[in-house]
């Protein structure tokens, strides 16, 4: 990485980018505005800053600085590429561009690929027989698009019945429509996060960075199973699964779409992009690829980065050209999810040393020193997500989410109702809290009666064996509907539920292990815990600190990064230079993997106790 040290007006703001990322986008990547119309195209000659030192004198700067200014070290941004660390001044804006939050703090710099230009142009006459297009390319020629036919065969038309008063719409380099009047006020995307649980969608202003409105729902593909591998094995038994679970997909995202847009008051058609965040087989499936190699050693992908394609080769019903971008893939089992989640967290433009864990079914972990990023996936099992533990549930109403014992058992309730069942978050709390008063020994197993009166008198009376089918089991009971409930009609965690959390917890911090030994760092080294997605977010940090879930360090030091995959993509839809930084990702991230290492066994061993 190189670092670069901006000043503006007297602020100075250090920011670390990988070498070759030119001064403009190192600066628009950490929310530092340098005066710009082009985006960064060097055609505007408008991102002037005066760098330090030696650096090559381009065209464009001899055209746009006097020969003192260019021995002075001014220079046009978007045509430095920092391959060193440089300290650059940046001037005043004449024209202050907007910028919007997202992420994990990340502020971005407005520049969507959705352009549009007002224009009115001249009539065509005898003496000016110039084209429709060129007419209208003319006007807008900062630019450049390319139209298609779709555009051209409106292109007539439109222009005509409007009095050559029209709206020219550019997603990338493409001219995709020209609306009559001026339709600048409507320029909208959505983001989508295409999880295998659930998927959400915003529809944002990118004009103005605004979030319009916000959906979410379960992925319409759970009937063929709650996770990757048996949506993976569906298609593997059944040739007709792949076609429906792809339709499941669509379906999933075009209701989404419907519900923002009519929540937002806007007309589909003027959605113009989407962007979507999906993992590996999440990708794969809603483009209709074949899973199966992703499903089975040695787990391979059909691409990185998927194509870009038209929202409506998605079965999405927007503006009939619209984009629909994908983010790429590191891996099998670190996909498009977990790059949006390292762009919204900023995991490559930080000094400091950050470890991002996404916890779920697969987990998702990276880390970064600063220098370097590696990544790796610990298959973790379905505890968190309720699977496999006797009163396992989802995050829904009646699902306990927080314990807290001490004299007694306090409890947190989804939606204040009685309890039904344990979900993620609870889960690692019943454990952490049992550990805390001793009722869990170090090795995961519930202490004898004796001991259980000795150590925390007010809790012992709900140690209590359950006979089911499974056999005879030492359980918690954490709530009894009525006072003389049998275990069996109780809420309770079993010493089997403690053992799946075991072996989840330890395949993780297997994980984080082995990636902090591969960068010779300690537990204490580590300056900030991401944890991300939809349970992470949820975790009390100090029972995951407790369990051994995440390393030993102060509370302060784990943050809750929210719904990180959905930041990502609303980012890529606010700044090609966000998306640009996302495919540079798949350069920057090593992806280790951990089932092959030969110390992997003796190291999970070691991080099952407590
Ligand atoms: Fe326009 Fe550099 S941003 S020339």
């Not at 403009?24 to 000659?45: K, L, M, R």
Request: hydrophobic fraction near 45%; charged fraction near 25%.
């Amino acid at each position: 990485r190189v670092d670069l040290r901006f000043t503006v007006e007297e602020t100075e703001r250090s920011v670390r980018v990988p070498p070759g990322v030119t001064v403009f986008d190192a600066a628009s990547w950490n929310g530092i505005a340098i005066d710009s119309t082009c985006g960064g195209h060097g055609t505007c000659h408008k991102c002037k800053v005066r760098v330090e030192g030696s650096t090559p004198i381009t065209r464009h700067d001899v055209k746009t600085f006097t020969r003192d200014q260019l021995d002075d070290g001014w220079r046009l941004a978007c045509l430095v590429n920092a391959t060193r660390d440089l300290a650059v001044d940046v001037p005043p804006l004449t024209t202050r561009p907007k910028a919007a939050t997202v992420g994990v703090g990340r502020q971005v710099i407005l520049r969507p690929a959705i352009q549009k230009r007002y224009v009115e142009l001249d009539e065509p006459t005898l003496a000016d027989q110039r084209t429709d297009l060129d007419r209208l390319l003319a006007a807008i020629d900062d630019l450049e698009p390319v139209a298609d036919l779709h555009v051209l065969r409106r292109l007539p038309a439109v222009l005509r019945a409007a009095d050559f008063k029209v709206t020219a719409v550019v997603v990338d380099e493409a001219l995709i429509d020209v609306e009559p009047g001026d339709t600048t006020g409507t320029q909208y995307a959505i983001a989508f996060d295409l999880g295998t649980t659930t998927v959400v969608a915003t529809l944002l202003d990118v004009a103005t960075g605004t979030p319009v409105a916000v959906a979410s729902m379960l992925n319409r593909q759970q009937p063929f199973g709650g996770d990757v591998i048996t949506r993976i094995s569906a298609t593997m038994m059944d040739p007709e699964a792949l076609a429906r679970l792809q339709l499941a997909a669509s379906e999933s995202l075009s209701t989404l779409a419907i519900q923002v847009c009519t929540e937002g008051g806007v007309d589909p058609a003027h959605v113009y992009e989407v962007a979507i965040a999906g993992n590996a087989t999440m990708t794969a499936l809603l483009l209709g690829i074949d899973p199966e190699p992703l499903g089975v050693a040695p787990f391979i992908m059909s691409s990185p980065q998927p194509p870009d394609v038209l929202a409506s080769e998605l079965g999405l019903a927007l503006h009939p050209r619209a984009r629909a971008t994908l983010f790429p893939a590191l891996g099998a089992y670190v996909g498009g999810d977990i790059v949006a989640g390292m762009l919204a967290s900023g995991m490559d433009r930080d000094k400091r040393t950050r470890l991002f864990i996404d916890v779920g079914t697969n987990c998702e972990i990276v880390l970064s020193d600063g220098d370097r990023i590696l990544s790796t996936a610990a298959p973790a099992g379905p505890a968190f997500e309720g699977g496999a533990i006797r009163c396992g549930m989802r995050a829904a109403d009646g699902a306990i989410e927080v314990v807290k014992l001490a004299e007694t058992v306090e409890l947190g309730v989804i939606g204040d109702v009685e309890p039904r069942g344990l979900c993620g978050s609870g889960l690692v709390d019943a454990v952490a809290e049992l550990v805390k008063v001793g009722l869990l020994d170090a090795s995961g197993r519930y202490v004898t009666d004796d001991v259980a009166k000795e150590l925390a008198p007010g809790l012992a009376d709900r140690l209590t064996t359950l006979s089911s089918d499974r056999g005879e089991e030492r359980v918690f009971v954490l709530h009894r509907p009525s006072p003389d409930a049998e275990p069996e009609d109780c809420v309770v965690l079993t010493q089997r539920d403690v053992r799946e959390l075991q072996f989840a917890k330890a395949a993780i911090s297997t994980g984080w292990t082995l990636l902090l030994e591969e960068l010779g760092l300690e537990h204490r080294d580590v300056q900030q815990v991401l944890l991300a997605g939809s349970f992470g977010s949820y975790l009390s940090a100090a029972s995951a600190v407790r369990i051994g879930l995440v390393p030993k360090l102060p509370v302060l030091r784990i943050v809750a990064a929210g719904n990180v995959a959905g930041e990502g993509a609303k980012m890529a839809l606010l700044s090609v230079r966000e998306r640009a930084g996302a495919r540079a990702l798949l350069e920057e991230v090593t992806y280790v993997e951990l089932s092959d290492r030969p110390e992997f066994n003796d190291r999970f061993v070691d991080q099952l106790g407590f």
